[in-house]
């Protein structure tokens, strides 16, 4: 190719290379965290649906036995919508988006997200979407292995409910995720995050009783917990019954993830705790 031809493909002096958004750079990142946790799917797909599964045979056989019914439906079809969006979705959201920069801080390659063209807003798009990506997966996953299981509502009632909800409850941990990795210097802060907030908001957030059988203290408490709203919600796009005001949780939700969102935004424009 010519000299000439050359400077034709070239823009000319102050022309941005890259427009508004990096779409090549995001969609890179985006491909790179998604082949990832790909790479060892029986740990991170199916392994989630087989001990969801667990969980629903275990406490349906503990705690639904004598046919037991909690707001009118059996304790299967009660307990299995919490166990996928909460035990499943959530959690594997939550461990996917505070892997990666905690290992890249921890092995000292934590230049590799800093250093490409990419932009804050569109690092934290790969990131949470390669998180929720992983929910999403786990999710389908964790549906099909409770086929297996008898007496369980399959097909959704109020489609539109299971989306927003599941996708709600992803972004909300995987923001939370990518803030936990932020902050946390060795594995055993992320722990801690796993161990002392994500576990005692999934149990304690109506997955396994109805919030209405409470104590008016221990009711009101509950209703400061985002899980709750998740699971109440998403319970409802396959029952069609609900022990909160489903309205109010997809909006208190959406706010919560633009709060969320934007303070991982903000942490990774200013580099805290990155570029130490």
């Not at 009660?78 to 166990?83: E, I, Q, T, Y």
Request: hydrophobic share 55%.
């Amino acid at each position: 190719m010519s000299d000439a031809s050359i400077e034709n493909i070239r823009p000319a002096p102050g022309v941005p290379v890259i427009a508004m958004i990096n779409w090549e750079g995001l969609r890179a990142l985006y491909i790179k965290e998604v082949r990832r946790f790909f790479k060892v799917h029986l740990q991170t797909i199916w392994a989630p649906a087989i001990t969801t599964l667990l969980y629903l045979v275990i406490f349906s056989v503990a705690l639904g036995g004598g046919d037991r019914q909690v707001m009118g439906t059996s304790f299967a079809d009660f307990v299995a919508p919490g166990l996928i969006v909460a035990t499943g979705m959530m959690q594997s959201a939550f461990a996917n988006a505070s892997f990666s920069l905690l290992v890249g801080k921890i092995q000292g390659t934590i230049v590799d997200y800093l250093m490409p063209p990419l932009s804050a807003g569109e690092l934290l798009a790969a990131l949470a979407g390669a998180a929720m990506t992983r929910a999403v997966l786990v999710g389908f996953a964790v549906w099909a292995a409770m086929l297996l299981w008898p007496g369980v509502t399959h097909l959704p009632r109020v489609p539109w409910a299971v989306v927003w909800f599941g996708l709600m409850g992803a972004a909300l941990m995987a923001f939370v995720g990518v803030l936990a990795s932020i902050w946390a210097e060795k594995f055993d802060h992320n722990a801690a995050v796993t161990n002392f907030v994500v576990q005692p908001l999934s149990l304690l957030s109506g997955t396994f009783y109805s919030v209405d059988r409470l104590h008016g203290v221990f009711r009101a408490i509950s209703h400061f917990n985002p899980f709750f709203y998740v699971i109440s919600g998403f319970r409802y796009g396959f029952l069609g019954v609900s022990d909160s005001n489903v309205v109010v949780g997809a909006l208190l939700l959406l706010a919560i993830n633009v709060v969320l969102g934007s303070a991982c935004y903000v942490a990774l424009r200013t580099g805290w705790k990155l570029r130490n």
